[in-house]
């Protein structure tokens, strides 16, 4: 099975075992600017993108998305780490009111002939207040998705209200993988961050992973999609990333047919009215 599916099973059975809600999480399922947004979690959070950032320039670098944990899938990645120990960073933002308990997963890697940095640690802080380390929060990577890999680990946040919360991993040494000093082509790769908590008032919150109905899936190439809020475009692309369907159904019920294209796996990217987005993987058999 693909990442993707393989990764929402692992929720499903994850929440089921601590009773915890997704907040916010990332499987950047395509080689496109909206994987930037969390493709999953509380409705409040799906606008909230991920960032490169670096504290000593307030600069925002540019992220590209590029292969991520299995073949076929993506990864956030960005250059341009050099002199950055205890200044650059990725982080993502979310709000989660009437929530206790968080813990945070993630798998990040080093490139191999443009090694990146090797040594990270997990901060958190609210809107107003400056970043804590997380408690056991140090991670080394390596070029693979094994090494700095964080799993469910708990992040001590406390008082967010309604306000905002930030979390990032923070480059914590110059050193890429050989020891050597990071340069600016040196690779980061970020991918299946998934934030879970417990809420704390027994209110169920609108929860966006399952705001599109596709069936069946896998197919023969006709798949039926039903969705909460009327679609106003369905876009589908191969696994190169190039575009092989579009249609604007403007309606809550629509299909694609994409029984004359070759079997394998396809992402189709639905827009709705207010311009959001839901991504998922489709399987021609």
């Given at each position: 099975m693909?990442?993707?599916?393989?990764?929402?099973?692992?929720?499903?059975?994850?929440?089921?075992?601590n009773?915890?809600d997704?907040?916010?999480?990332?499987?950047?399922?395509?080689?496109?600017?909206?994987?930037?947004?969390?493709n999953?979690?509380?409705?409040?959070?799906?606008?909230?993108?991920?960032?490169?950032?670096?504290?000593?320039?307030?600069?925002?670098?540019?992220?590209?998305f590029?292969?991520?944990?299995?073949?076929?899938?993506?990864?956030?990645?960005?250059?341009?780490?050099?002199?950055?120990?205890?200044?650059?960073?990725?982080?993502?933002?979310?709000?989660?009111?009437?929530?206790?308990?968080?813990?945070?997963?993630?798998?990040?890697?080093?490139?191999?002939?443009?090694?990146?940095p090797?040594?990270?640690?997990?901060?958190?802080?609210?809107?107003?207040?400056?970043?804590?380390?997380?408690?056991?929060?140090?991670?080394?990577?390596?070029?693979?998705?094994t090494?700095?890999?964080v799993?469910?680990?708990?992040?001590?946040?406390?008082?967010?209200?309604?306000?905002s919360?930030y979390?990032?991993w923070?480059?914590?040494?110059?050193?890429?993988?050989?020891?050597?000093?990071?340069?600016?082509?040196?690779?980061?790769?970020?991918?299946?961050i998934?934030?879970?908590?417990?809420?704390?008032?027994?209110?169920?919150?609108?929860?966006?992973?399952?705001?599109?109905?596709?069936y069946?899936?896998p197919?023969?190439?006709?798949?039926?999609?039903?969705?909460?809020?009327?679609?106003?475009?369905?876009?589908?692309?191969?696994?190169?990333?190039?575009?092989?369907?579009?249609?604007?159904?403007?309606?809550?019920?629509?299909?694609?047919?994409?029984?004359?294209?070759?079997?394998?796996?396809?992402?189709?990217?639905?827009?709705?009215?207010?311009?959001?987005?839901?991504?998922?993987?489709?399987?021609?058999?």
């Amino acid at each position: 099975m693909k990442k993707t599916l393989l990764f929402f099973a692992m929720f499903i059975i994850t929440l089921t075992v601590n009773a915890q809600d997704t907040i916010s999480g990332f499987s950047f399922p395509l080689n496109d600017t909206t994987s930037k947004r969390p493709n999953f979690g509380l409705q409040t959070n799906k606008t909230y993108a991920i960032f490169k950032e670096d504290t000593a320039t307030s600069v925002t670098d540019t992220i590209t998305f590029t292969n991520g944990v299995t073949t076929g899938d993506y990864a956030a990645t960005a250059t341009k780490w050099d002199n950055g120990a205890n200044a650059k960073f990725w982080s993502v933002k979310f709000k989660a009111p009437n929530y206790t308990n968080f813990k945070i997963s993630s798998k990040q890697r080093s490139g191999g002939a443009n090694s990146g940095p090797k040594n990270f640690k997990i901060q958190w802080r609210l809107s107003a207040g400056t970043y804590a380390d997380v408690p056991n929060g140090a991670v080394v990577l390596g070029n693979d998705w094994t090494t700095g890999v964080v799993n469910q680990l708990a992040v001590p946040i406390t008082g967010q209200g309604t306000g905002s919360v930030y979390i990032r991993w923070l480059m914590t040494s110059n050193d890429d993988l050989t020891g050597a000093a990071v340069t600016s082509l040196g690779v980061s790769k970020i991918d299946d961050i998934i934030i879970t908590a417990t809420n704390t008032i027994g209110i169920e919150e609108t929860i966006y992973t399952n705001t599109v109905n596709i069936y069946p899936n896998p197919s023969n190439g006709v798949f039926n999609i039903e969705a909460s809020d009327a679609i106003n475009e369905i876009m589908v692309y191969n696994g190169l990333g190039s575009q092989v369907f579009h249609s604007n159904p403007s309606q809550l019920k629509s299909s694609i047919d994409l029984s004359d294209f070759k079997a394998g796996f396809y992402f189709v990217k639905v827009r709705y009215d207010d311009n959001s987005y839901y991504t998922s993987k489709l399987i021609v058999r």
